[in-house]
């Protein structure tokens, strides 16, 4: 993540993939895939969790993100 990582989730349905919350940005580790994909954030990341298909991100601005995956 090129530095501290604030939060860490996992998906019960994909065992291969994780999602790390990193300054701004969310990045998705999918051990299939050579690199991660990234997802930028119009503010600092502090949390990530997973809700089936959602990966749902918030941080010091205070507003939610949901994104499908």
Known sequence: TNGLAHSVCGMKNDV???FAASGDKIYWIDTRRKTPITVSSESQTTAVT???DYIIYGGYDGYLNIMDR
């Open 16 to 18: 291969n993939s994780i």
């Open 50 to 52: 997973c809700w089936n």
